[in-house]
Structures are given as structure tokens and as C-alpha cells.
């Protein structure tokens, strides 16, 4: 069942990442519907389909049944919705549509192995909420904490730095020392943190004063300490089940 499933996913990688370049993308999000790219995402869909299940349209003819129409389906609704506020989150929610309809056409043909409560299992939940925690959990935790102490540009300007790059940073990097722990690879961790104090050297050396400084290892330090409380967490838990 699971081999199934993620050939189907093949099939949708090399259709929607592989095969299709981004000037498709780009006439299908101006055109919509009338782009001739549409149809050709579609055909290499259909292509990528055959390949992967060996051209057995006897065996698999509803799987071409169901995830073609549906997929072009839910390629226009998302192409009729877009903008750009929105691009990322229907991105994503076109992504989801189409692994759901993918689980469907498994469950169809392996419906005495597919169960989503036998995939809920105490370490699942275990692992998502540690995960959580190191992540999201420990972002606004860190937020509402350092909002204590304010870093202002004493002449005024514009920092330039991209728009909310440091909460993606910070949520990366406890992903990457929680995966570490887990995994039982602690050198990781001090591969990361030296790896993020050379980047970070050229800002603090620059620094006039200290509050730079004090303020990134702060949040550093505090980045790090959420992130190991999360791993040996879920190393606890998930042992103790």
C-alpha cells in the first residue's frame, strides 16, 4: 500500500516539480485557462502516470480516472484564485488537494491496508508535538520573552533585512537541532551554531555597541536551549511509550 502511494507521488513530483519549467508557470498564472500549458502539464501528468504504473491501464484504468480530471480540476481553481497575496497558501493547498486525491486512489485499491487511525500511533504524536514545540511553540515564546529589549537604529534607517527572515531562520535552525537530537548527532548541533556565528560575525563586529551582541545570543542561545529541550523531550516520551 505505501509503495503504491508514494509511486503515485513520483508520478505527481515529475509532473509538477521536474517537467515543468517555469515559463509554463508563469503563461499558466497570466492565461489561466486559456493557456496552451495547461493541457501540456496535464499530458505529462498522464505520461508520468504511465510510466511510473507501467502502462497497466487494465489494473490501475480508475486511478487515470480519477487523478487526471481531478488534477486539472484543481490546477484551474487554483490558476481562477491566485494572486499575489495568496500564491504561497494556495500553493500549499493545491499541493495537500492532490496528495489527498493520491491517498484516495490507494485507499481504492488497498482498502483492507488503509486506516488513518493505524497511522495516529503514540510516537506520531509524540513526535508532532515536540516538533511543535521547537518550532512554533518556541517562536512565540522567544517573541513575547525578548520583547523586553528593543533594537532601534540609532540613525533611523532601514535595516534591510528581508521581512520576517529571522522567524524562518529561527524556526530552521531549532528544526535542524531537534532533528540532531533525535537522531543522536549532538556534533550537529555545534556544527550549526558555528556555522551561524560566522555569518552572524560581520554584523556583530559592525556593531558600535553592545546591544547587538547581547541581543543576538540572547535569541541564539535561547533558539538553541527550546530546541534540546524539545529533542531530549520527545527522546524521553517516545522511550517511555
Not at 8 to 14: F, G, K, P, R
Not at 54 to 71: E, K, M, V
Not at 176 to 182: A, D, E, G, M, P
Amino acid at each position: 500500500m505505501l509503495f503504491f502511494f508514494l509511486t503515485l507521488v513520483l508520478a505527481h513530483c515529475l509532473g509538477d516539480f521536474v517537467f515543468q519549467p517555469t515559463k509554463w508557470v508563469k503563461h499558466k498564472r497570466k492565461k489561466k485557462y486559456k493557456s496552451k500549458y495547461v493541457y501540456y502539464h496535464i499530458l505529462i501528468h498522464f505520461l508520468a502516470l504511465t510510466l511510473v504504473l507501467q502502462a497497466d491501464f487494465r489494473s490501475y484504468w480508475l486511478a487515470f480516472l480519477i487523478i487526471i480530471p481531478t488534477h486539472y480540476a484543481i490546477d484551474l481553481v487554483k490558476l481562477q484564485l491566485q494572486t499575489k497575496k495568496n500564491a504561497r497558501v494556495l500553493f500549499a493547498a493545491d499541493q495537500i488537494a492532490h496528495l489527498i486525491i493520491l491517498a484516495v486512489v490507494t485507499a481504492i485499491y488497498y482498502p483492507s491496508e488503509f486506516s488513518i487511525a493505524a497511522l495516529i500511533t503514540p510516537q506520531l504524536i509524540v513526535f508532532i508535538t515536540f516538533l511543535l514545540i521547537a518550532t512554533v511553540v518556541a517562536s512565540v515564546c522567544m517573541k513575547v520573552i525578548i520583547s523586553k529589549w528593543s533594537l532601534e537604529d540609532t540613525k533611523g534607517e532601514k535595516s534591510g533585512s528581508l521581512e520576517q527572515a529571522g522567524a524562518y531562520i529561527g524556526v530552521l535552525e531549532r528544526l535542524f537541532v531537534f532533528v540532531f537530537i533525535i537522531t543522536g548527532h549532538w556534533e550537529g548541533v555545534g556544527f550549526l551554531m558555528a556555522a551561524k556565528s560566522i555569518f552572524r560575525f560581520g554584523d556583530l563586529s559592525k556593531a558600535k555597541d553592545r546591544k547587538l551582541t547581547e541581543y543576538v545570543l540572547i535569541g541564539t542561545l535561547m533558539s538553541f536551549g527550546f530546541a534540546i529541550l524539545a529533542g531530549l523531550g520527545f527522546i524521553y516520551f517516545n522511550s517511555a511509550i
